[in-house]
């Protein structure tokens, strides 16, 4: 038998406040019907200063704990994506592996922007089927509103917090992770970035974004990851139960389910809920669907995210 990562358990995080529409329109330069009609966004979550992406990590972590049914004592592998860590160093992923209470495992950040989970799903994967570790927890969390430019209103009614985490298992058998592919491209950085950093201007700096040209690159690159991991496990798109995307805009949801000749109703939707959460937006929408219900043992599924870098990626599962 193949020995496989299979997905034990889903957990999700939110911040306490949710900001509609009609009260960003307060504060920023817009309305209701102008976001929800370019983004289909309607709702976000923010976090307050008590709050932060290794406070909603574990929140998360422990949800999907639980709904695995194992202690936190078992995890021997931490996989954290985040571009918004509570600090340059330590990794947030060993704070959350003291808040867990866990004394020693192996704990480290990825950072591949709203690619990163499936950079950390991809990591832990491998990591469990070459024996480092026997169960793992991966997660994808952000504090994004750390960063925006809250007087760019391009931007700054497209993010919001959160936070998603699931547990993976070394189990022989049918279930599991089947396949992953991961791209990058550099030359896009003035595309999609934080005019800040610790090596360049000491700041932490904030989003800028080019949306057309992104929304451009997404549509193509999306498509043809998810055409690539679907060959690499020997699947055609007309077997797949559900599309788990990156909530980035609906617009480009829409675009790339076309593209794919995919039904809109295999892919799961939350953007209009929470917004694009960058890395945490794939475990987030993951979560949701398996909560209620939508998602099944057996179900086949595939994860795909596209972020700043450029960085792509796509992997498929069976439940």
Same mark, same amino acid.
């Given at each position: 038998?193949?020995?496989?990562?299979?997905?034990?358990?889903?957990?999700?995080?939110?911040?306490?406040?949710?900001?509609?529409?009609?009260?960003?329109?307060?504060?920023?330069?817009?309305?209701?019907?102008?976001?929800?009609?370019?983004?289909?966004?309607?709702? !976000? &979550?923010?976090?307050?200063?008590?709050?932060?992406?290794?406070?909603?990590?574990?929140?998360?972590?422990?949800?999907?704990?639980?709904?695995?049914?194992?202690?936190?004592?078992?995890?021997?592998?931490?996989?954290?994506?985040?571009?918004?860590?509570?600090?340059? @160093?330590?990794?947030?992923?060993?704070?959350?592996?003291?808040?867990?209470?866990?004394?020693?495992?192996?704990?480290?950040?990825?950072?591949?922007?709203?690619?990163? @989970?499936? &950079?950390?799903?991809?990591?832990?994967?491998?990591?469990?089927?070459?024996?480092?570790?026997?169960?793992?927890?991966?997660?994808?969390?952000?504090? @994004?509103?750390?960063?925006?430019?809250?007087?760019?209103?391009?931007?700054?009614?497209?993010?919001?917090?959160?936070?998603?985490?699931?547990?993976? *298992?070394?189990?022989?058998?049918?279930?599991?992770?089947?396949?992953?592919?991961?791209?990058?491209?550099?030359?896009?950085?003035?595309?999609?970035?934080?005019?800040?950093?610790?090596?360049?201007?000491?700041?932490v700096g904030k989003l800028r974004m080019k949306g057309r040209e992104v929304f451009r690159h997404a549509?193509?690159?999306?498509?043809?990851?998810?055409?690539?991991?679907?060959?690499?496990?020997?699947?055609?798109?007309?077997?797949?139960?559900?599309?788990?995307?990156?909530?980035?805009?609906?617009?480009?949801?829409?675009?790339?389910?076309?593209?794919?000749?995919?039904?809109?109703? *295999?892919?799961?939707?939350?953007?209009?809920?929470?917004?694009?959460?960058?890395?945490?937006?794939?475990?987030?929408?993951?979560?949701?669907?398996?909560?209620?219900?939508?998602?099944?043992?057996?179900?086949?599924?595939?994860?795909?995210?596209?972020?700043?870098? @450029?960085?792509?990626?796509?992997?498929?599962? !069976? &439940?």
């Amino acid at each position: 038998m193949t020995l496989r990562s299979v997905i034990a358990g889903v957990g999700s995080a939110l911040p306490r406040r949710a900001v509609s529409n009609a009260e960003l329109a307060t504060q920023v330069d817009t309305t209701d019907e102008w976001i929800a009609e370019r983004t289909g966004i309607r709702n !976000r &979550y923010i976090a307050d200063a008590s709050e932060t992406t290794a406070t909603l990590a574990h929140g998360a972590a422990l949800k999907a704990l639980e709904h695995a049914g194992i202690a936190a004592s078992e995890i021997g592998l931490i996989v954290l994506a985040t571009a918004t860590p509570d600090q340059t @160093f330590p990794s947030s992923a060993t704070k959350v592996q003291a808040m867990l209470g866990i004394n020693d495992c192996i704990a480290f950040d990825v950072h591949a922007v709203c690619t990163g @989970f499936l &950079y950390a799903l991809t990591v832990a994967d491998s990591m469990i089927r070459s024996g480092s570790a026997k169960t793992a927890l991966v997660i994808g969390s952000e504090t @994004f509103s750390r960063i925006l430019d809250w007087e760019d209103r391009a931007t700054c009614v497209l993010f919001g917090d959160g936070a998603g985490a699931l547990v993976l *298992k070394a189990e022989e058998g049918e279930r599991g992770i089947l396949a992953t592919k991961l791209h990058a491209d550099g030359r896009h950085n003035e595309l999609l970035f934080v005019d800040g950093g610790p090596s360049t201007t000491q700041t932490v700096g904030k989003l800028r974004m080019k949306g057309r040209e992104v929304f451009r690159h997404a549509v193509v690159n999306l498509a043809d990851v998810l055409n690539e991991v679907l060959a690499e496990a020997g699947l055609e798109s007309s077997q797949i139960d559900w599309v788990v995307p990156h909530q980035a805009n609906a617009r480009i949801l829409d675009a790339t389910a076309r593209k794919l000749g995919l039904p809109p109703e *295999k892919v799961v939707v939350t953007v209009d809920r929470h917004a694009n959460t960058s890395a945490a937006s794939v475990p987030l929408a993951l979560d949701t669907a398996v909560k209620d219900g939508r998602i099944k043992r057996g179900d086949l599924i595939v994860l795909e995210a596209m972020g700043g870098g @450029f960085t792509w990626g796509a992997a498929v599962l !069976r &439940y």
